[in-house]
């Protein structure tokens, strides 16, 4: 199992009573926590631990939670909600209905808890212990921020109760699980549960394993838990400036992307030199720059043959002027006598989309390479549009911010390309200063 397969079904069916004039007319998982409703917090979380696949079990005013998140891609993550319906499952119910949608096994969390773990380490611990069916992180407590309900000694999981705690549990469970199907399998179908219960049973029966954390949590559960909360995340956002968090990002890229697809198209570089085609890079705007360099690069030190339409300003503005923007490379590519032999590589945001009017003049110029039987190569962002469905070998930049896709697609189209033309199968000629000793 991969972290990035494995779904997370986060609980926030709750109805916040005791919040009060905070949660009025809203869901417990849209309280504002310091200028953001905390599921965004929670969401932007999983999102950075590696997580991409969310279920939110809902209940009280969950349309509003519906439309807020919508499919999760504002968020960089694919979500889907699975209402109660007409009667309230409690936590454990609520699983049990959505069991199928989350085998072979899947994270829980509370929504209204924010829990920075290594959902990675969690992962790692069950896959040690075949014979257990979940996995609780847990969290040395000894009373500070809610009653103990855990007795962990010795990296073992002795005893969970939250209905009776006792002076031997000093740690308390943390709010992330990893269940496995079978666990789920134990909760009745169709009945309300507390899923408290369901991990009381796992841990009696030696099913259930411990996985300590030190970093504490932060729940909004109370007026004064949800103070708290807001303090936390007022100081946190002060010292999370936007160079931070754009590098961050930028690394989260970095792990992301598709390693396979890089050789895939550096080997479709690779047959292109051998048989004496052609490179004709294409791109738009800030792509059109990276167009520019990047035939510089595969002509001096690939010593490939490359072209770039947008570097000849005169016929490109005179094309556009006579003959419109949305034939421009396609006509450009058949006076250069685009053939078999030659390739294509596109750098895009987009990819080009025919139906949303983006970057036609790139879907037409695809067109016409399929039609004379020209290869085609693409680095490009969000879905890949046009380019992604047609190439033979091309490289998504993934999107890790809604904010941020032009910026981070177009500074590693730059990353992968300087990937490309340095690569062993590639590299004819040594750059300058690495030659220099």
């Known amino acids: 199992m991969k972290l990035s397969d494995l779904k997370v079904a986060v609980l926030c069916g709750g109805r916040a009573t005791r919040l009060g004039e905070a949660a009025a007319g809203r869901p417990k998982a849209l309280v504002d926590v310091a200028g953001r409703p905390f599921l965004d917090r929670q969401l932007g979380l999983l999102r950075r631990q590696g997580l991409r696949r969310v279920l939110l079990l809902v209940g009280h005013l969950s349309e509003q939670i519906q439309a807020h998140v919508g499919d999760g891609s504002a968020f960089g993550l694919e979500v889907a909600c699975l209402p109660d319906g007409p009667h309230p499952l409690g936590t454990g119910g609520a699983l049990r209905q959505a069991a199928d949608q989350l085998a072979p096994a899947c994270f829980v969390v509370y929504g209204d808890s924010y829990t920075d773990v290594d959902f990675g380490g969690l992962l790692t611990a069950l896959a040690r212990a075949p014979q257990a069916e979940a996995v609780m992180a847990v969290l040395r407590n000894e009373g500070r921020w809610d009653t103990s309900n855990v007795a962990f000694r010795d990296g073992r999981l002795l005893r969970y109760d939250k209905r009776t705690p006792d002076p031997d549990m000093r740690h308390i469970d943390y709010g992330v699980a990893l269940l496995r199907a079978e666990a789920l399998a134990r909760v009745p179908a169709g009945e309300a549960c507390d899923l408290g219960d369901l991990y009381h049973a796992l841990v009696a029966q030696g099913r259930m394993i411990g996985h300590e954390v030190e970093r504490r949590f932060y729940e909004i559960g109370s007026p004064a838990a949800l103070e708290e909360a807001r303090r936390f995340f007022r100081e946190n956002d002060e010292r999370m400036t936007y160079a931070h968090t754009f590098l961050t990002e930028a690394a989260e890229v970095v792990a992301r992307l598709d390693r396979d697809a890089i050789e ?174």
């Open 264 to 437: 895939r198209l550096a080997a479709l570089l690779g047959d292109l030199r051998r048989r004496g085609g052609r490179l004709f890079v294409l791109g738009v705007g800030g792509s059109a720059g990276n167009a520019s360099h990047a035939v510089n690069d595969f002509r001096k030190l690939c010593h490939i043959e490359a072209y770039a339409p947008t570097d000849n300003v005169s016929e490109l503005t005179a094309r556009v002027n006579d003959d419109g923007w949305e034939r421009v490379f396609a006509d450009w590519l058949r006076v250069s006598r685009l053939r078999a032999d030659d390739m294509l590589l596109v750098l895009s945001v987009g990819g080009g989309d025919l139906q949303r009017n983006v970057s036609p003049n790139l879907v037409r110029a695809l067109e016409y390479a399929r039609e004379v039987g020209a290869s085609i190569g693409g680095i490009v962002g969000r879905d890949g549009g046009h380019t992604a469905r047609v190439a033979d070998a091309c490289v998504l930049v993934p999107t890790v911010s809604p904010h941020n896709v032009t910026p981070h697609t177009e500074a590693f189209q730059a990353v992968v390309w300087h990937c490309l033309v340095s690569h062993p199968l590639l590299q004819a000629q040594a750059m300058k200063w690495e030659s220099l000793r």
